[in-house]
Each structure stands twice: as C-alpha cells, then as structure tokens.
C-alpha cells in the first residue's frame, strides 16, 4: 500500500517501524512453514497416475486395519461412506459363518470364557498368553464405543485364536482338542470360500486409500503454492514501505558537510573489494548514468543526492566495523598481489573523489 510521504511525528514513526517488525515476524514464520513442506515433500514426487506410490506398503492387513472407519463407529455416526458400507456387507456374512459354527453340537465349550477357576486349571495363563470366546467375539462386533472390530480379518483371527488356544492347552486326545480342531477346520473351509470376496475389497479399500493420499497431497500442493505466492506480494510490498520509510527519514535528516563528503570518500577507498563494488552499486541503484563496472570509476560526491550519500555513509560504516571485526581472518589471509591491486584502486578512486571535491563547494539537494 502507498504510504503518505509527509514528515511524520518521531513517535508515529516508530509506531509504523514496530508495526512492519511485527508483520515480518509473521511472515518468517510462514516462510518457514513453507520451506519445512518443501524440504519434507521432495520424496513424494513423481507419483504414477493412481498414486500408487505415495503410500509406502504396510502390510495389507494393517492398512486395511489402521485407515478405515469401524462399522460400529460408521453406525453409530449414521454418515456411512461406500467403504463402510461394503465392509457391513462383509460382516453380514461373516455373521453367517459364524453362527453356523456356534449351532455345532460341539460348539459349547468355547461359546464362553473358559472358567479357569471353577475347572481348577491353575496353570492355564503359563500357556494361553490372550484367552479367546464367541461371547466375546459377539459383544466386540456389536461394540458402539468405537473399540468394535474394523474389518473381517479381526474377527476371523480371534476366532482361531478360540481353537488355537484350545488345541495348544489340551492334548491331542483331549476332546475339547479333537473338537476345536473339527470345528477349525469346518470354518476355514468356509473361509476360504468368502476369502475372494474379502481380498477385493481389502484392494479396494488400498486403493481408495492412495487415490485419497494422493488428493490430500495435491490439495496441500496447491495451499502452499498460494501461500507462496501471497507470501511474496506481501514481502515485496514490505520492501517497498521500507523504502518510503527510508526515503522519509532521510528527507528529515540534514545534508553532509563538505568535510563529511571528503572523510566518506576517503573510508570508501578503505573499503574491501568487494564492499567498494557494493558501494558503487548503491550509487547506480539512483543515478543510472554512473557506469560502476567501468575498469576505472569516477565519483562526483556532489552531483549526488542526499539519499544516495546517507545510505552510502550507512552503508559504509557498518562495512567497516565488520572488516575490522575480520581483520585477523580473512583480510590477513589475501596475497601480496591482491593487497597491491586492491591497495592501488583504492588510492584511485580516492585520488579522483579528492579532486571532483574540489571543484565546488555546492552541496546537492538530499
């Protein structure tokens, strides 16, 4: 937004100081957000056209587990998805099964929990590690609270977890072991019969759930693509309110004194090479004609505006501390070919400064 140039009240202008400090805070922190997505996202790239590979393989059995709504959590909510809705289908059926294989006549005695106590088998925990019943497969199926089982696959490992458990506490002439065994086998045959139906929809459901990855992970491209663009206007209009809050309080400040002039030519020719090129730059950055990349550059001070001399008086004191700062590092460290090459351009452009200041005594207009 365009700012009023009018001299403003110190304090007013300090206000508009804090108030761009506090945007630029927020805007670091979305600049970082955006970075962390970008740097985090970069393997997630090339992807086929059915997002097969932006989720890595887990395991059909966790995924399908671990990704889809519970039937009971899909009643209870009454806002069933297709995939609910399939896999209520498969429970149905599974139901069947089951109730099939609790009517056996040899069903009884894993229709309940095994009374440990009441049958005096003390050792039973040394052996059974997660005790298993269809009492207890029923009240999990009909669950509401959302600890119901998920999927198919659930059920149908606790159920052979009941003959599992059976077979592995009795011996093999055991009749509870010889019954558990029968009644295992009638269930995985059909099992196997319904096994088709569940291994479709089990790729169904991997399927939908990469295709959804997928749409999450285009949607979240497309957020921070705006973002990014939102936050480059903003930045680029912050620099334009720092530029007219610059321009504003150099207005109000007073021009450069002749001497002023001379001592800032004179700590440009201290300058580094590569400070002294950056100097030259701010010059050309308000004076188009000045021609900084010429093999030998000369500078009128006082064709220059008073904004051009404060930003290099600023420009070139900061410069300075920091190369005294680094005096014993990097600085210490040229060649002697350097040192000579730098040590004669700037006594040049000191030379050529000295002389065009001493052509007029006329300060320019800041």
């Keep these: 937004m365009a700012m009023d140039l009018k001299p403003y009240h110190l304090e007013n202008f300090q206000n508009t100081v804090d108030q761009i400090q506090t945007e630029v805070d927020k805007l670091e922190k979305q600049v970082s957000e955006v970075q962390q997505y970008y740097g985090s996202s970069g393997n997630v790239q090339g992807n086929n056209s059915k997002g097969s590979s932006v989720v890595k393989e887990k395991g059909r059995d966790k995924l399908f587990a671990g990704t889809k709504t519970s039937l ?16 209520q289908e498969l429970m149905r059926q599974f139901s069947t099964i089951l109730r099939q294989i609790t009517q056996h006549k040899w069903a009884w005695p894993f229709l309940e929990p095994v009374d440990v106590k009441g049958l005096g088998l003390h050792d039973y925990y040394e052996y059974i590690d997660k005790p298993m019943d269809f009492s207890t497969i029923k009240s999990k199926m009909e669950a509401k609270d959302g600890t119901g089982y998920k ?3 659930e059920i149908y490992a606790d159920v052979r977890l009941i003959f599992k458990n059976a ?23 059909k099992w196997l019969l319904m096994l088709p139906k569940v291994a479709e929809e089990e790729k169904r459901q991997t399927e ?12 979240q491209e497309m957020t921070y693509a705006k973002m990014t663009t939102d936050l480059s206007n903003e930045l680029n209009e912050v620099e334009i309110r720092l530029k007219q809050l610059r321009e504003m309080a150099i207005k109000n ?9 001379k001592s800032l030519a004179a700590d440009i020719a201290r300058l580094s090479a590569e400070n002294l090129i950056r100097a030259l730059e701010i010059v050309a950055e308000t004076n188009p004609n000045f021609r900084h990349t010429e093999n030998e550059v000369e500078l009128d001070f006082n064709a220059q505006s008073d904004y051009t001399l404060w930003r290099l008086k600023l420009f070139v004191k900061r410069a300075l501390e920091d190369e005294q700062k680094n005096s014993g590092g990097t600085f210490g460290n040229q060649n002697t070919d350097e040192k000579r090459n730098n040590s004669r351009k700037r006594r ?3 030379d050529d400064s000295a002389k065009n200041l001493s052509k007029t005594r006329k300060l320019s207009t800041f």
Aim: aromatic letters at 4%.
């Design 72 to 87: 009971q959590d899909a009643s209870a909510s009454g806002t069933e998805n297709p995939a609910a809705k399939r896999m």
């Design 151 to 153: 999927n198919v696959r």
């Design 167 to 189: 077979m592995k506490y009795n011996d093999e002439k055991h009749d509870v072991h010889v019954m558990a065994k029968t009644l295992m086998e009638k269930f995985e045959e």
């Design 208 to 219: 939908e759930e990469s295709q959804a990855q997928l749409e999450i992970h285009r949607a």
């Design 253 to 261: 400040c007073r021009k450069l004194s002749a001497g002023e002039k």
């Design 348 to 350: 040049d452009f000191c």
